[in-house]
């Protein structure tokens, strides 16, 4: 079946550490994006990429950084210049005819800090 | 920044009665979008409207948007028990890119 996986669904870092946390999908979509959702909030922007060796800042950029080495990968890495990491984060990733049929999400990780 | 704001923050209905959901925004668009989520998983896409579009149904979905308002309405119509869930309104302005308002938290009590 084609669909998003991110990994590990749970994910605990030390005050200091960075972490990475994985997003894949087998759709063929070329778009990707990774969304922080804060308890009771909507979902921010991070990081979007719309093609491979590509990607933009969304919203709250600072802290994190990405890679799109492949159209099927699009991992973060929330550094240790992120001050308040814990928060549920969501990847997406859409095709050429998004327009059409939305976003695919995947089920989330959800990272806290120790 | 935040483009889509929902209303109300909070719902509670009893199961077979209609919710409404309501949504506004602050700059043109190409298209909405509603999406629900259950508690503590990701999001699934419900339906999108385009911005020469008025009305349009899926289901027991109905999405109206008012351009003019800067404004959109996600009726449920029949509701279930399994409806309960989180409904985010999305809005598209330009370069794909989606910006979600902070949702709405439905209960259907059975």
């Known amino acids: 079946d084609g669909g998003i996986t991110q990994s590990p669904k749970y994910l605990f870092r030390k005050e200091g550490q960075n972490v990475t946390l994985s997003c894949e999908q087998n759709?063929?979509?070329?778009?990707m994006y990774w969304y922080r959702q804060d308890p009771g909030q909507g979902l921010r922007l991070i990081y979007y990429s719309q093609i491979v060796n590509d990607f933009q800042k969304g919203d709250i950029a600072e802290g994190y950084s990405v890679s799109r080495e492949k159209k099927e990968s699009f991992p973060l890495t929330v550094t240790s210049a992120q001050k308040n990491p814990t928060a549920f984060y969501l990847c997406a990733s859409m095709s050429g005819n998004g327009v059409l049929y939305g976003y695919t999400f995947g089920s989330g990780t959800r990272l806290t800090v120790v | 920044s935040q483009q889509g704001e929902e209303d109300p923050q909070a719902l509670s209905i009893q199961e077979g009665e209609n919710a409404t959901m309501n949504c506004s925004y602050k700059?043109?668009?190409?298209?909405l979008q509603w999406y629900r989520q259950n508690s503590g998983r990701g999001l699934v896409h419900l339906i999108l409207i385009r911005s020469n579009e008025r009305e349009k149904h899926s289901g027991r979905l109905r999405v109206t948007l008012d351009t003019s308002k800067k404004s959109s309405s996600l009726l449920i119509t029949a509701s279930r028990a399994a409806d309960t869930a989180s409904y985010f309104c999305a809005t598209e302005a330009s370069g794909s890119r989606l910006t979600f308002g902070e949702g709405t938290q439905l209960t259907v009590n059975p």
């Open positions: 700059t043109s668009i190409n298209n």
């Open positions: 759709l063929n979509h070329d778009a």
